[in-house]
């Protein structure tokens, strides 16, 4: 192919409106075939067009176990664990699931990490942040980090998470930031202390600790702010806390404790936002086996409003995520071990955002992408 056409024989706008139809998991194929379609599918010009055309969509990474699903070694109180697990795409508009390069090394994909989504190079270059966990074949805490590039299709190395070996930490991303914060030490002693990873730099910057310990919070980022919601101190062991603290990156401050945005108790697991630029202030979680809504501004109380009842089948949930546009995902069966499947909400044409005219959409996940999901996040690419 020569280097001074996108497509030979056609007209410059043609080419690349073919080359912007290219799908997600065909990027790194484009990449590498040519000097110009390298050059193209680089430039910060073709991404903004992308999204433009509708082209760029949410996608859901996912944490997930290969089957078949197995339960041994010393977590096995966690339903559906196996040992063994693998990242995945999945459009939850489109319907397709896609497998993603394995992380280098034989050691396999951590158990219990934690997923980004960052955008580099200005905010026009996605890549997915994989941060912590346990390692598979020790079971011993991990502070690695592996970032992949949807570009290239690889992935790199990225400067070990300082701090003690943490787990089950808040993590959520904006921009090019990964925000960590809590989680447990390798003695079982609940954290308050964060700390930042910088995508660009591969660097680690330290945050000013929180006003609680918080061990298996939830880290969401939402209204402008990564907010750390629930988890316990060290002597309550598995009794959550109902409280909340935002970080705000520009402030670089925590602001003041929020109480009663969860019941106390409650486990924070399915809390979720959708992903920066779309994230708005709008918090979802499951409760009582509804989809549940919180405006994140609202510090009074815990103003929770159902938006609709998870489906019948569907009420074992293992994954939920927000993609935007008042759309969540809910990834799950009627009841644990059951057969996995993929719930998309979204609100029908003429109906409001508040529940009035709003469905789940059901599919059935292939045999070979049915694992048990442990981590998810929203990536748009």
């Not at 520009?250 to 779309?278: F, H, N, S």
Request: aromatic share 8%; charged share 20%; net charge negative.
């Amino acid at each position: 192919m020569s280097d001074d056409e996108l497509i030979p024989g056609l007209p410059e706008e043609v080419a690349r409106e073919c080359l912007l139809r290219v799908g997600f998991d065909q990027l790194p194929a484009a990449r590498s075939t040519s000097r110009r379609w390298k050059a193209e599918v680089e430039s910060p010009f073709y991404h903004r067009l992308r999204r433009a055309r509708g082209m760029a969509r949410p996608l859901l990474a996912l944490a997930q176990a290969e089957p078949p699903l197995a339960a041994a070694g010393p977590a096995n109180k966690y339903a559906g664990l196996s040992t063994s697990y693998r990242l995945v795409l999945h459009d939850p508009v489109a319907g397709g699931w896609a497998a993603l390069p394995p992380l280098p090394g034989a050691g396999g994909l951590p158990l219990f990490c934690q997923l980004a989504a960052v955008a580099a190079c200005g905010g026009e270059r996605r890549r997915l942040v994989v941060v912590g966990g346990w390692d598979p074949e020790t079971w011993a805490p991990t502070d690695a980090v592996h970032v992949y590039d949807f570009l290239s299709g690889s992935w790199r190395r990225g400067a070990a998470m300082p701090g003690p070996r943490r787990s089950f930490f808040a993590c959520a991303a904006v921009g090019r930031w990964v925000f960590v914060a809590g989680g447990h030490d390798e003695e079982k002693n609940a954290l308050r202390s964060a700390v930042a990873y910088d995508a660009e730099a591969d660097a680690w910057v330290p945050l000013p600790d929180m006003a609680a310990e918080r061990d298996e919070a939830r880290g969401v980022y939402v209204g402008g702010r990564f907010v750390a919601v629930g988890g316990y101190p060290t002597e309550a062991q598995g009794r959550f806390a109902g409280s909340a603290e935002a970080f705000d990156p520009a402030a670089w401050a925590w602001g003041p404790v929020q109480e009663r945005v969860l019941d106390e108790g409650t486990c924070p697991r399915t809390c979720c936002a959708a992903p920066a630029p779309a994230a708005g202030a709008t918090m979802y979680m499951l409760r009582d086996g509804h989809l549940a809504a919180r405006d994140a501004t609202n510090n009074g109380g815990a103003a929770w409003r159902a938006v609709a009842s998870l489906p019948e089948d569907g009420r074992a949930v293992t994954a939920l995520a927000a993609i935007g546009d008042s759309r969540v995902v809910a990834i799950g069966a009627g009841s644990h071990g059951g057969e996995q499947a993929v719930y998309l909400l979204t609100t029908e044409e003429g109906g409001d955002k508040n529940g009035a005219a709003q469905s789940w959409a059901r599919a059935a996940a292939p045999p070979e992408f049915a694992g048990y999901v442990q981590a998810a996040c929203c990536v748009e690419v």
